[in-house]
């Protein structure tokens, strides 16, 4: 189990753009991480996942495709959220969360057994 931290959550413009980051207490090389969201009112929703190691394997929601990009530094304990041409839609509380050896295809919030406390991205004009 891994401690979770995310950042770089805030207010921005629709059309714009916000990394995210979510940093690891330890060493990250075999985890696979995926980033949640969650609108008020609404289900939590997976957004992303990168695979472990150097794995090349991601996940992206249909919603996000071509939009948002994950990556990781490992050296850092730490994976990316890049988000660009964001959405009102976009809005909500941003969750990362790891397992073990996770190989990344689809995501759901059950397989996941480490989460961070989360970071509030606001689309808005």
């Known amino acids: 189990q891994l401690q979770l931290v995310e950042s770089g959550g805030g207010l921005v413009q629709p059309g714009g753009s916000l990394r995210l980051s979510c940093t690891a207490s330890?060493?990250?090389?075999?985890?696979?991480i995926s980033w949640f969201r969650q609108a008020p009112g609404k289900e939590r929703e997976g957004v992303s996942c990168?695979?472990?190691?150097?794995?090349?394997?991601?996940y992206y929601a249909d919603s996000v495709k071509g939009r948002f990009t994950i990556s990781r530094d490992n050296a850092k304990n730490t994976v990316y959220l890049q988000m660009a041409s964001l959405k009102p839609e976009d809005t909500a509380v941003y969750y990362c969360?790891?397992?073990?050896?996770?190989?990344?295809?689809?995501?759901?919030?059950?397989?996941?057994?480490?989460w961070g406390q989360g970071t509030q991205v606001t689309v808005s004009s």
């Open positions: 330890g060493f990250t090389l075999d985890y696979g």
């Open positions: 990168i695979s472990p190691g150097d794995s090349s394997t991601t």
């Open positions: 969360a790891a397992r073990k050896y996770y190989r990344c295809t689809r995501i759901y919030d059950y397989d996941f057994n480490s």
